[in-house]
C-alpha cells in the first residue's frame, strides 16, 4: 500500500511562532480588526494541525502507513529514479 503524503508539523509551528511571536506584536493595539485577523488565521493553524492529527491516528488505526513531506518538491523514496551507468556508443 502507498503510502500518503501529509504535511510535516513543522509546517504548521513554523506559521505559528511566526505569527504570535512577529506578527502580532508588529500590529498596533488599535488595529483591532487586523489583530483579529491574526488571531483568526492562528486559531485556524491551530484547528488545522489538530485535524491532522486525527488524521493520523485514524491512519494508525486502519494500519494505513503516511509519510511526512517538507515540500511539494520531494519525490517519494519509490518514485526517485535509480542512476544508471550512461551507455558508451
Not at 492529527?53 to 502507513?65: A, D, M, R, S, Y
Request: aromatic share 6%; net charge negative.
Amino acid at each position: 500500500m502507498d503510502r500518503i503524503p501529509i504535511p510535516s508539523h513543522i509546517h504548521y509551528e513554523l506559521l505559528l511562532q511566526l505569527l504570535e511571536r512577529q506578527t502580532l506584536p508588529a500590529i498596533a493595539q488599535s488595529d483591532r480588526v487586523a489583530r483579529e485577523q491574526i488571531q483568526s488565521a492562528i486559531i485556524m493553524l491551530r484547528k488545522a494541525l489538530a485535524s491532522q492529527k486525527q488524521f493520523e491516528g485514524l491512519c494508525e488505526q486502519q494500519g494505513i502507513p503516511t509519510t511526512y513531506r517538507w515540500s511539494l518538491n520531494e519525490l517519494p523514496s519509490n518514485d526517485i529514479p535509480e542512476y544508471t551507468t550512461p551507455q558508451k556508443y
